[in-house]
């Protein structure tokens, strides 16, 4: 399922089969919240974008529109119209996020809905059912994302609960994965190593979960308050101890620094919501830095974003029309915005394949670290 094509240190060139396509990694998943990229994206737009994995998130398509609604329409990749992989989420990160709203018990979470308020019960065998409805390609196990400032005590037991909860993750998926009215019998399952910034906590889950021997695993509760060198740290000491011959996929992260970082110690997937959001408010990325569209001097600015991008917003539009639309507030300036923020990240995933094809991975990151610290 996953064939290691080359190595430079830790950094892996790797090719994941799913029943939906190839994932050639490292990858950037493109964050697609509800079925769509915020900012006017679709998934015909995501195809002239080099988008290989679009994410979906899957307390959010429960609540609105309804997982069954999406499985009676022949799940998400029918409902979308996006024929390549879709990896959904759990809701794990809900539980997190909703801090306020939430009762966390052994069988699994209740806690209120951000739209209607009403109490939504979620435990590792309904975010099964329902990713199962969803249908995607990968489906998160269900955990809890603990604060990377929690105590040791707290950490130490979320982290127990949440194997526990991946081994009845397991066991439902394989269930639902037989019955017939399953839209994609082939659904992959990944764990979640968890453990905030306590080193061992970490080795030992990476560990305990690496028995299960799972399609893939994922580093999460990282970019949620520690700094970047602790995120490091983690991913140091945590994946050498995830199984070698598995994608690693580190969740929610994040700028093109901690991608290169990342793949230099191994991690094959990655997500973030950054180049979307960052699009939207005009705020754009370049080998050169990130600029902000807001500021005066790109009034009369004719240059595309970036001089060489080969996107469909560069080949057109200057900076000075994108500031002038973002400053209209025109939909269609937050759309050319985010439309070139993700090629950005997407090309970048590629160049960084082809670096590692060619045994020049640790130039490339000097080299892009270097430039991003020039004038844009």
């Given at each position: 399922?996953?064939?290691?094509?080359?190595?430079?240190?830790?950094?892996?060139?790797?090719?994941?089969?799913?029943?939906?396509?190839?994932?050639?990694?490292?990858?950037?998943?493109?964050?697609?919240?509800?079925?769509?990229?915020?900012?006017?994206?679709?998934?015909?737009?995501?195809?002239?974008?080099k988008c290989q994995v679009e994410?979906?998130?899957?307390?959010?398509?429960?609540?609105?529109?309804?997982?069954?609604?999406?499985?009676?329409?022949?799940?998400?990749?029918?409902?979308?119209?996006?024929?390549?992989?879709?990896?959904?989420?759990?809701?794990?990160?809900?539980?997190?996020?909703?801090?306020?709203?939430?009762?966390?018990?052994?069988?699994?979470?209740?806690?209120?809905?951000?739209?209607?308020?009403?109490?939504?019960?979620?435990?590792?065998?309904?975010?099964?059912?329902?990713?199962?409805?969803?249908?995607?390609?990968?489906?998160?196990?269900?955990?809890?994302?603990?604060?990377?400032?929690?105590?040791?005590?707290?950490?130490?037991?979320?982290?127990?609960?949440?194997?526990?909860?991946?081994?009845?993750?397991?066991?439902?998926?394989?269930?639902?994965?037989?019955?017939?009215?399953?839209?994609?019998?082939?659904?992959?399952?990944?764990?979640?190593?968890?453990?905030?910034?306590?080193?061992?906590?970490?080795?030992?889950?990476?560990?305990?979960?690496?028995?299960?021997?799972?399609?893939?695993?994922?580093?999460?509760?990282?970019?949620?308050?520690?700094?970047?060198?602790?995120?490091?740290?983690?991913?140091?000491?945590?994946?050498?101890?995830?199984?070698?011959?598995?994608?690693?996929?580190?969740?929610?992260?994040?700028?093109?620094?901690?991608?290169?970082?990342?793949?230099?110690?191994?991690?094959?997937?990655?997500?973030?919501v950054y180049p979307s959001r960052?699009?939207?408010?005009?705020?754009?990325?370049?080998?050169?830095?990130?600029?902000?569209?807001?500021?005066?001097?790109?009034?009369?600015?004719?240059?595309?974003?970036?001089?060489?991008?080969?996107?469909?917003?560069?080949?057109?539009?200057?900076?000075?029309?994108?500031?002038?639309?973002?400053?209209?507030?025109?939909?269609?300036?937050?759309?050319?915005?985010?439309?070139?923020?993700?090629?950005?990240?997407?090309?970048?995933?590629?160049?960084?394949?082809?670096?590692?094809?060619?045994?020049?991975?640790?130039?490339?990151?000097?080299?892009?670290?270097?430039?991003?610290?020039?004038?844009?």
């Amino acid at each position: 399922m996953f064939k290691i094509l080359k190595k430079e240190g830790n950094a892996k060139r790797g090719e994941f089969s799913t029943v939906h396509g190839r994932i050639q990694t490292p990858v950037f998943m493109n964050v697609g919240t509800v079925a769509a990229i915020k900012g006017a994206v679709s998934s015909l737009d995501l195809k002239e974008i080099k988008c290989q994995v679009e994410l979906c998130n899957t307390y959010h398509l429960h609540v609105r529109p309804g997982d069954e609604v999406i499985h009676d329409l022949g799940g998400l990749h029918s409902f979308m119209n996006w024929d390549r992989p879709i990896l959904t989420d759990s809701g794990g990160f809900q539980v997190f996020s909703l801090a306020s709203l939430r009762k966390i018990k052994e069988e699994g979470v209740t806690f209120n809905s951000h739209i209607d308020g009403r109490k939504i019960f979620m435990g590792p065998e309904e975010s099964m059912r329902i990713q199962s409805n969803l249908g995607s390609t990968i489906a998160m196990a269900f955990d809890e994302c603990p604060s990377s400032r929690a105590d040791r005590r707290y950490v130490y037991d979320s982290v127990q609960r949440t194997t526990r909860w991946l081994e009845r993750c397991k066991t439902e998926l394989e269930r639902l994965n037989s019955l017939e009215r399953t839209v994609n019998k082939d659904q992959l399952l990944f764990g979640i190593n968890q453990g905030a910034v306590f080193e061992d906590i970490r080795i030992e889950h990476a560990k305990r979960i690496s028995e299960l021997d799972l399609p893939g695993y994922a580093i999460g509760g990282l970019a949620v308050g520690e700094t970047h060198e602790e995120m490091y740290a983690i991913l140091d000491c945590t994946v050498p101890n995830l199984p070698a011959d598995k994608p690693v996929y580190l969740m929610g992260v994040g700028t093109p620094e901690n991608i290169l970082e990342g793949v230099e110690r191994g991690v094959d997937f990655f997500d973030c919501v950054y180049p979307s959001r960052n699009g939207r408010h005009g705020h754009l990325y370049t080998k050169h830095g990130k600029i902000n569209l807001f500021n005066a001097k790109y009034e009369r600015d004719d240059r595309p974003v970036e001089e060489g991008c080969d996107c469909p917003t560069c080949r057109n539009f200057s900076r000075a029309y994108l500031r002038h639309l973002l400053k209209a507030k025109e939909m269609l300036g937050m759309r050319l915005c985010v439309l070139h923020n993700l090629y950005f990240y997407n090309n970048m995933m590629e160049e960084i394949r082809l670096a590692l094809d060619e045994g020049r991975f640790a130039s490339y990151k000097a080299q892009m670290l270097d430039m991003a610290k020039e004038d844009a």
